[in-house]
């Protein structure tokens, strides 16, 4: 058992928050039990997610896409919205969220995690929002064709992948990856001189500009890029605290 507080400082000093002009409340967004036994993880607070930490007695329920977010502005707690917030209220079960910081760590980030599975070496910091880096580029030590590196990301995600491509059978031998949904920032990879970009988003204009101006790519979906992150951060809790945690994997196919 801990206390919410040690878990609260815990996060706060790995992900360091405060360094991301996020758009969203990083740490602690929903009240709950002050000692904590069983966490549960999740990409995203939804109805099943916040269902199935009920069911399992969690005492606390960390994500990565939270519950409140600036674009959608002052809610009322009527509807699905307070569907999803009052089992959290009722069970006593603290809700906790880290966006970009949990994109754009070096180590347990979305992108270093998926670059780490798919075999890229030498990551740095990539992309820039507002000033941070939420993502990762690299290298592989022997260069993939884009269709076999289309062919590892549909292993590594167990999901469909869209590939735009200028060709097929090109050597990709330096990548950036962004997880989630940052489509259009495939022209900082232009701008790096990179070969390849990996997402989890595409849009329709994405998949014909990115190909034209000579970059491979990747779209794995939103949901499947950034399983890989909040994984991570259970594990390092689990070391941390010996506490008992366990991962809710919600069928998305966005």
Known sequence: MIIRSQLNDYYQALLRPETYADYCPNGLQVDGAEHIERIAFAVSATRDSIHQAVENKADALVVHHGLFWTFHGAKPLTGTFAQRIFPLVKNNINLIGYHLPLDGHPDIGNAAMLGHLIGCRQQQPFGDYKGSATGIKGVFEQPLTAAALQQKLEVVLKHNVILATPDNNAPIRSVGIITGGANSEWRLAEKERLDAYITGEISE??????????????????????????????????????????????????
Request: charged share 20%; hydrophobic share 40%.
């Open 205 to 254: 204009h994405d998949w014909h500009e990115s190909q034209e101006a000579g970059i491979h790519m990747f779209a794995g979906g939103h949901h499947a890029t950034e399983r890989f992150g909040i994984q991570a951060l259970m594990e390092k809790t689990r070391q941390q605290f010996a506490v008992e945690c366990f991962f809710i994997d919600s069928e998305n196919p966005a």
